[in-house]
């Protein structure tokens, strides 16, 4: 079991670029979770895919963000343009059985934006 | 060592000693909740869970307690280790179907040796 896999790990980009954050889920888990981690709000959920389909995206900040989910095994998650507020750690999730369920979580992407 | 994970978020302890870290929830329908952990560097990892039909429940040298009544759980770890170090979350399910997780602020525990 290879477990959730992120990339790139690390991201510095400048302001105004468009950021394109990348996740595999752990094979049969049929949800898919971002989340959002800084310092001041910690972990905060961005969107929820069940098979595959956007159940939850209250937590994306605006328009800037959208992800996508075009198949089982894999996502993305996309900023732009991006901005120094957007700094942040950024996880993708799975589970087998949605949101009531243990979510395991990749290492995180780190998100730098000057 | 004690602490309110929401309160006061850091937990210093000595090596060996018992750690406890404390959460509080808001949602007396919550009937489920689980215990993660994250070292520096990494995603949170699941330690525990426990249902609300339970009040306690045992892992390796993990216990979660949970008291519905003042809608409180606490994570104890016995013989507290080094690699013990890491922030600790407590999650609970929202209230409406489908939705994800909803995680606490975290607590530090730092264990010195």
């Known amino acids: 079991d290879a477990g959730v896999i992120q990339s790139p790990r690390h991201e510095v980009t400048e302001m105004g670029q468009e950021v394109t954050l990348r996740c595999k889920p752990i094979?049969?888990?049929?949800?898919l979770f971002w989340y959002r981690q800084t310092m001041m709000r910690g972990l905060e959920l961005l969107i929820y895919f069940n098979n595959n389909v956007p159940i939850d995206d209250s937590g994306m900040p605006e328009d800037r963000f959208s992800a996508k989910m075009p198949n089982a095994s894999f996502s993305t998650l996309k900023i732009q343009p991006s901005e120094p507020r957007d700094s942040a750690v950024y996880f993708c999730?799975?589970?087998?059985?949605?949101?009531?369920?243990?979510?395991?979580f990749g290492n995180g992407t780190r998100l730098t934006v000057t | 060592g004690e602490s309110v994970g929401l309160h006061l978020p850091t937990l210093s302890v000595q090596e060996g000693d018992n750690s406890i870290i404390n959460c509080a929830y808001s949602n007396s329908a919550s009937d489920y909740f689980i215990w993660y952990k994250q070292e520096s560097g990494k995603g949170p990892q699941f330690i525990i869970d426990i249902r609300s039909n339970m009040d306690k429940r045992q892992g390796q040298r993990v216990t979660v307690l949970l008291n519905k009544t003042v809608k409180h759980l606490s994570l104890q770890i016995a013989a507290t280790q080094p690699g013990d170090s890491a922030v600790y979350f407590c999650?609970?399910?929202?209230?409406?179907?489908?939705?994800?997780?909803?995680f606490g602020k975290g607590t530090t525990l730092s264990v010195s040796s």
């Open positions: 094979s049969g888990h049929n949800s």
């Open positions: 999650a609970e399910p929202p209230n409406q179907a489908g939705t994800a997780l909803i």
């Open positions: 999730a799975s589970s087998p059985q949605g949101g009531r369920s243990p979510l395991h």
